[in-house]
């Protein structure tokens, strides 16, 4: 079947099982499985497995971390080092030690019983991450400890991959001149990642950005992932890892926002395939003829997974929900075991019957942990789910204040708050702007504030005050009906180039608007008056009885402001009263 066909129908079996299984509760993850299953070659045979599929969704793995890493500045992973050593360096060896055993009872020998206990202490990357995302869970406390253990683990993957050939095939470890090669080798290329986000991925970002050109950005955004996730793989880790490494290194950058805008879609599709291709992975054969073994062996994974990481939780200091949730995210089978179990068969380690099973078991673990992870969330709905640590306080990364648009109008705002001490967000679309406002000391992130990707990478749904002041009018426009659309409960404060504009924003059901030249022809008509001679007590009152009756004027054309003639009208009634009020001195003034 062509490649484009199957396409359709993974596409299409996705858009039929994920909205079906949402409507469930039982989240997109597992919808996907479902799909993946249904129409795969042990379901309706519609669909074989494609090596090039697999390759794009294990591309959305490497999306993934590298979204996570935008939201992690080094501060903040400095602070998490304890929980990455501690938490996930216990984690595998508390794991290992009972696997080990049952393994080595279950009659393999000691060499495959230390292989298979490494492989199943594995949790799955992108199955925890996202059921913890899709729970809103990522930034509490054991969302955070569970990002750890997971981080851990795929670091724990340079060496073992490493001793693999030598468990899996007698082969020699490399001596010390060939070990110390090869590992100046990974830290070079590791250090090439750093100096190459440091010094020069900002400037080609903002290179491409100043050419206005939205679809280039957002292909330079992917070519930073695959060139990062491609050097990493050269230097012996995994590509996932490399995503993550550029994430942080691009977490302070005034394009942090763009670029998680524009790869959130992508991330969310690679996804959804590399989970439909797990699902059609799973022999449906083999969990039939042995349901009741692998049903048992899986449960009993996830339970002795489940309950060391509950354990280590607790421990840590996080309350019994969070630990509940925490653990039942990451208490299944991982990617990793995959990939062993295959070099274990290829050494000749591992019978295909056993492979097989093995491989059962690692996949229905993955397929029971989104029913579990639900099943312990709606039990402890109740219960409180956070419980927050230094680097969990609201900060920079969930501002109040998001002012978009950094020009004249918006950065005296933005001076004001940051006088203050009030932490927001400025977006601003001219890439030479962005930079002139971070040689003055203030960080600018670019963006078009009109798109609703970047609003969310923007965390607009969590701020409190939505700034608009977006010198062009079509653009203020579009990014209000967006605003306005998902994000109802935001307060907006909008900017208007004359009364016309302000009659569009109202429209919108935007009412907090300030007029461009309004405030500043206000004070110097103050000055003028006080020059005539007319005394403060006077001016104030002039200008007061103006201000009342001008909003009074805008308010009452809203309705009518399409037509000319009547706005005339109202315009002419208003300007007589102003007049007759301006022209009459009040007792007690004098000149």
């Given amino acids: 079947m062509p490649l484009l066909i199957q396409l359709v129908v993974l596409l299409g079996a996705a858009v039929i099982m994920v909205p079906l299984f949402r409507r469930l509760k039982l989240g997109a993850v597992l ?5 993946g299953a249904i129409v795969g070659p042990w379901g309706l045979a ?6 090039g599929l697999s390759h794009l969704g294990e591309f ?6 590298f979204v996570i890493g935008l939201e992690l500045h080094p501060k903040r992973l400095w602070l998490m080092r304890r929980d990455i050593f501690g938490l996930g360096g216990g984690q595998m060896l508390l794991t290992m030690l009972p696997l080990f055993a049952a393994a080595w009872w279950a009659g393999f020998t000691s060499t495959v019983a230390v292989l298979v206990a490494v492989a199943l202490a594995f949790s799955s990357t992108a199955f925890a991450l996202q059921l913890l995302a899709e729970q809103n869970q990522l930034n509490t406390r054991h969302g955070r400890s569970a990002f750890a253990i997971l981080l851990f683990q795929d670091l724990a993957v340079i060496p073992l991959l490493a001793v693999t050939p030598v468990l899996a095939g007698g082969e020699t470890m490399p001596g010390g001149y060939q070990a110390v090669l090869l590992a100046l080798k990974s830290l070079g ?10 010094y020069l991925l900002r400037y080609a970002l903002r290179f491409v950005a100043g050419s206005g050109v939205t679809e280039v950005f957002t292909a330079m955004s992917l070519l930073t992932v695959a060139i990062t996730a491609m050097i990493s793989e050269a230097a012996g880790l995994s590509m996932a890892m490399g995503g993550f490494m550029a994430g942080v290194l691009l977490a302070d950058s005034e394009f942090r926002h763009a670029v998680e805008g524009d790869l959130n879609p992508f991330k969310g599709l690679l996804l959804g395939l590399f989970f ?3 699902g059609m992975s799973v022999n449906l054969g083999l969990v ?4 009741g073994l692998i049903l048992a062996l899986s449960v009993g994974l996830i339970l002795l997974k489940g309950g060391i990481l509950m354990g280590l939780l607790r421990y840590a200091g996080i309350e019994h929900s969070g630990a509940a949730r925490g653990a039942a995210a990451l208490s299944q089978g991982g990617e990793f075991a995959f990939v062993l179990f295959g070099a274990m068969a290829a050494a000749g380690l591992l019978g295909s019957e056993r492979l097989e099973l093995l491989v059962a078991v690692v996949i229905v673990s993955m397929i029971l942990t989104p029913l579990l992870s639900a099943l312990v969330s709606r039990s402890l709905a109740r219960q409180p789910a956070t419980s927050r640590r230094d680097y969990d306080r609201p900060d920079e990364d969930e501002p109040r204040v998001i002012i978009a648009g950094f020009g004249r109008f918006g950065q005296i705002i933005a001076r004001i708050l940051r006088a203050r001490g009030i932490p927001f967000t400025a977006l601003e679309l001219n890439p030479d702007q962005v930079d002139l406002a971070k040689r003055f000391g203030t960080k600018v992130h670019y963006g078009d504030p009109t798109r609703l990707e970047l609003l969310r990478a923007a965390r607009a749904d969590r701020a409190k005050v939505f700034v608009l002041a977006v010198d062009d009018v079509d653009a203020s426009l579009k990014s209000a009906r967006v605003l306005r659309e998902y994000f109802p409960n935001l307060t907006i404060f909008a900017r208007a180039r004359n009364r016309a504009h302000a009659y569009q924003l109202m429209e919108l059901g935007i009412t907090r608007i300030y007029r461009e030249m309004y405030f500043s022809s206000i004070e110097i008509t103050r000055g003028v008056l006080r020059e005539l001679g007319y005394s403060g007590t006077q001016t104030d009152r002039m200008i007061r009885q103006f201000q009342e009756q001008d909003e009074k004027q805008l308010y009452a054309g809203f309705g009518r402001h399409h037509d000319l003639e009547k706005l005339i009208e109202l315009s002419q009634e208003t300007s007589k009263e102003l007049e ?3 022209r009459q001195d009040l007792p007690g003034e004098k000149d």
């Fill in 31 to 35: 919808g996907y499985l479902a799909a």
């Fill in 46 to 51: 519609v669909v074989a497995p494609v090596e």
């Fill in 60 to 65: 959305g793995v490497v999306l993934l971390f």
């Fill in 189 to 198: 290329l590791v250090a090439l990642i750093v100096l190459l986000g440091r």
């Fill in 276 to 278: 439909m291709s797990v």
């Fill in 288 to 291: 039939v003829d042995q349901a």
């Fill in 580 to 582: 007759t009020l301006l």
